[in-house]
T-cell receptor, first 109, second 114 residues
Framework: DAKTTQPPSMDCAEGRAANLPCNHS???????VYWYRQIHSQGPQYIIH???NNETNEMASLIITEDRKSSTLILPHATLRDTAVYYC??????????FGAGTILRVKS | KAGVTQTPRYLIKTRGQQVTLSCSPI?????VSWYQQTPGQGLQFLFE???????NKGNFPGRFSGRQFSNSRSEMNVSTLELGDSALYLC?????????????FGQGTRLTVV
């Protein structure tokens, strides 16, 4: 079973920041937090991952709480093309991923 | 740099037949994982191969098997197909599949069992 809890869906206005929360209260010390997204029937796309420090790349920022029991993915300026299912995954290994139901993010103009 | 390539993209098979799907990872990547995606069960991990050895396995029956070649290309095989095996099968490659590494997915093979 997935070790994360995400809201089923969220809406965001185009151009605004999208903040996607994830709870992972049973995360162990060796597990990383990974975020992927899937756009209608395409293969999932890697977004970002982190262990305990906040991370930023060209796509997004990842904020992990100090106790590591939750995190937030931030898309700074959401566009219509960011409409997708976003998956938060905790895993020790980068190529053994247990996907949950994810969050459907709808970006609206 | 070429991405993960899966062939074929679409496949229709009859119940009871077997099928082989292929995955070519990103050049230099040695870890290949397979996933099944269905509307009812979502994305489920099948197995992972690294250096021609199955390193991790999900909770699927023995009808699902795979292998990896010395060039890191991987195949998965499903024998005695059932209607419920209809799904999108996704392959993901990673440098070594270990800690602090990300995986890159192919576009998948959509299998329909009739």
């Amino acid at each position: 079973d997935a070790k994360t809890t995400q809201p089923p869906s969220m809406d965001c206005a185009e151009g605004r920041a999208a903040n996607l929360p994830c709870n992972h209260s049973t995360i162990s010390g060796n597990e990383y937090v990974y975020w992927y997204r899937q756009i209608h029937s395409q293969g999932p796309q890697y977004i970002i991952h982190g262990l305990k420090n906040n991370e930023t790349n060209e796509m997004a920022s990842l904020i992990i709480t100090e106790d590591r029991k939750s995190s937030t993915l931030i898309l700074p300026h959401a566009t219509l093309r960011d409409t997708a299912v976003y998956y938060c995954i905790v895993s020790e290994y980068g190529n053994k991923l247990v996907f949950g139901a994810g969050t459907i993010l709808r970006v609206k103009s | 740099k070429a991405g993960v390539t899966q062939t074929p993209r679409y496949l229709i098979k009859t119940r009871g037949q077997q099928v082989t799907l292929s995955c070519s990872p990103i050049s230099g990547h040695r870890s290949v994982s397979w996933y099944q995606q269905t509307p009812g069960q979502g994305l489920q991990f099948l197995f992972e191969y690294f250096s021609e050895t199955q390193r991790n396995k999900g909770n699927f029956p023995g009808r699902f098997s795979g292998r990896q070649f010395s060039n890191s290309r991987s195949e998965m095989n499903v024998s005695t197909l059932e209607l419920g095996d209809s799904a999108l099968y996704l392959c993901a490659s990673s440098l070594d599949g270990g800690r602090n590494t990300e995986a890159f997915f192919g576009q998948g093979t959509r299998l329909t069992v009739v």
